[in-house]
């Protein structure tokens, strides 16, 4: 079993910064990528950015050029970090861990998520 435990989350000004972390403990051996997804009031959950364990990512289109995704494989962790917040960043933030080909992914595992909230 899987378990993904996010932090990182918080209310923060826009044109702000955070940087979320997530840890997986068990074994994610077999799966090859870890990602997250947002998911605001009202809206669909939605990819933000994801990353296989050879360094290769994607991005939505919001967020290309201010979230940068990264990984460390040693640690089973990944981390997100947000720069240039805007209002509609205002989420809840959940990691997770799956398989990455022909430009899909496929979650397997989901962590309890973090909110993110950007505001004056």
């Known amino acids: 079993q899987v378990q993904l435990v996010e932090s990182g989350g918080a209310l923060v000004q826009p044109g702000g910064s955070l940087r979320l972390s997530c840890a997986a403990s068990?074994?994610?051996?077999?799966?090859?990528?870890m990602g997250w997804y947002r998911q605001a009031p009202g809206k669909q959950r939605e990819l933000v950015a994801v990353?296989?364990?050879?360094?290769?990512?994607n991005y939505a289109a919001s967020v290309k050029g201010r979230f940068t995704i990264s990984r460390d494989n040693a640690k089973n962790a990944v981390y997100l970090q947000m720069n240039s917040l805007k209002p509609e960043d205002t989420a809840v933030y959940y990691c997770?861990?799956?398989?990455?080909?022909?430009?899909?992914?496929?979650?397997?595992?989901w962590g309890q998520g973090t909110q993110v909230t950007v505001s004056s």
């Open positions: 068990g074994s994610i051996f077999g799966f090859n990528a």
């Open positions: 990353i296989t364990d050879g360094g290769s990512t």
């Open positions: 997770n861990t799956g398989a990455y080909a022909r430009d899909t992914y496929y979650t397997a595992y």
